[in-house]
């Protein structure tokens, strides 16, 4: 009887520390303060941040309606920065999360410090952690400078209304995802000089590991396959796009490509002379934002070659977009 009493002192012992720590986690993270920010905008922040957010980082992008019955899903006129786009279990996300409004209709309200927090930590106005399909995490990394200068950007959009409901995790992700928020380590933008250096800092910005690295079962990329593609996503009808093989492996990803050709694909899609054909039911469509990219200045896109073909080759055949 005594050995009873013990065994079940320890496990309400156990049951009490672990609904401390569930609440502790579910009411007080995450606790990343905000900063007092007031940005200046100014022509050049908005210039910057008008080709970061458009071609670089793809906040624009993610942020609007794109139109699937076109190839790579260009985006619809009159959407930018609306939001509404979802994320949910149809898709393979561990609940339901909506692209928010980044026009001023919805960030009027929210500071400078308070958009930079949710940018590069992943945490929203009000104090909600933000799933990584934003990639905070990434942008927590990239120069203050160029993320000061997309918040100046974002304060220029045209207002559209478009309330969005609340993102609403599964359970455990419920509680797992306030753990999820850190605080960004910001970096200098490398000279240009350093072509490989300042590549590496454009392919981290762009975001490309992140996309074309297989992930876990948490949605963290396996560093081992960086850039070897195979990530799996789900266009919102359904349909399935992997992401390429981009290592400088010469059977199975971009080996064989020289500088000229990598630029020549993505330059492809400059929307001032490709028009994206519509799509017929026997087509398979492709998430890669091509009609963004394609907007990105050709130095930048010769330093993300030369960066790629520095970095470990993969052999991995895949199916290519």
């Not at 940018?119 to 160029?146: C, Q, S, W």
């Not at 000061?148 to 359970?171: G, H, M, Q």
């Not at 970096?187 to 250096?197: A, F, G, M, Y």
Request: proline share 7%.
């Amino acid at each position: 009887m005594k050995f009873f009493k013990i065994l079940l002192l320890i496990v309400l012992f156990v049951c009490v520390f672990a609904l401390i720590g569930a609440s502790y986690v579910k009411f007080f993270l995450p606790s990343i303060p905000v900063k007092k920010l007031n940005i200046e905008v100014t022509p050049q922040r908005i210039e910057r941040g008008n080709y970061l957010a458009n071609h670089v980082m793809l906040c624009i992008d993610c942020h609007s309606t794109r139109d699937y019955d076109l190839y790579s899903g260009p985006i619809i006129p009159g959407t930018e920065g609306m939001g509404g786009e979802v994320f949910d279990q149809k898709q393979r996300f561990p609940g339901k999360y909506y692209a928010t409004n980044i026009t001023p209709y919805e960030l009027k309200d929210w500071s400078d410090g308070e958009i930079y927090r949710a940018l590069t930590a992943g945490v929203g106005k009000r104090n909600n952690a933000l799933f990584p399909i934003m990639p905070f995490h990434i942008y927590g990394r990239m120069d203050d400078e160029d993320i000061f200068s997309v918040i100046a950007y974002l304060r220029t959009l045209p207002e559209i209304k478009n309330d969005l409901p609340n993102a609403a995790s599964d359970f455990p992700m419920n509680y797992i995802i306030n753990t999820m928020p850190k605080e960004g380590t910001p970096q200098n933008i490398p000279s240009k000089s350093d072509l490989i250096k300042y590549g590496e800092y454009m392919t981290l910005a762009t975001n490309c590991m992140e996309c074309h690295t297989e992930a876990d079962d948490m949605g963290r990329p396996v560093m081992d396959l960086a850039y070897a593609g195979g990530r799996k996503f789900f266009l919102p009808n359904g349909e399935l796009s992997i992401a390429t093989n981009i290592t400088p492996d010469p059977g199975t990803g971009i080996g064989d490509w020289d500088e000229n050709k990598f630029i020549r694909v993505f330059k492809t899609y400059d929307l001032t002379s490709y028009i994206p054909p519509a799509m017929s039911q026997d087509d398979s469509n492709t998430i890669m934002p091509w009609t963004a990219y394609a907007g990105m200045d050709t130095f930048d896109l010769k330093a993300i070659y030369h960066y790629l073909r520095s970095v470990k080759p993969i052999e991995k055949s895949l199916p290519i977009d």
